[in-house]
């Protein structure tokens, strides 16, 4: 087997997808994530390893494969905006607990 830069890189970004799908997988049975969150990993996973199989396995089909590899890009930048969406939510809900409730304003 080459192991020239684009197996390289396949091989990254296949192993990035598979981890994200893995813990969507583990983590949605111990419920630590809600349901945006799993989707995020969902959809970055499988974007990921969709990329992943276009580079390396269509590469040579032409714009079949780009399409392909795009379509992966696509949703995995879907994925992670949604996690970071997610994460921007629970970072302002955190802080707002954190503030304690509304004051009244200062009579002068």
């Known amino acids: 087997m080459d192991f020239d830069r684009d197996t390289l890189a396949s091989a990254v970004v296949g192993?990035?997808?598979?981890?994200?799908l893995g813990s969507a997988l583990y983590y949605s049975r111990s419920r630590r994530f809600n349901r945006v969150q799993l989707k995020g990993l969902l959809y970055a996973g499988g974007g990921f390893l969709l990329s992943a199989v276009a580079a390396r396995w269509l590469q040579h089909t032409g714009a079949r494969g780009v399409a392909?590899?795009?379509?992966?890009?696509?949703?995995?930048?879907?994925?992670?905006?949604?996690?970071?969406?997610?994460?921007?939510?629970?970072?302002?809900?955190?802080q707002d607990r954190a503030a304690g409730p509304p004051q009244p304003p200062a009579a002068e």
């Open 68 to 94: 392909i590899s795009l379509m992966g890009t696509i949703c995995a930048m879907r994925g992670m905006y949604l996690l970071v969406r997610e994460r921007a939510a629970l970072a302002r809900y955190r």
């Open 15 to 20: 192993t990035g997808g598979a981890w994200l």
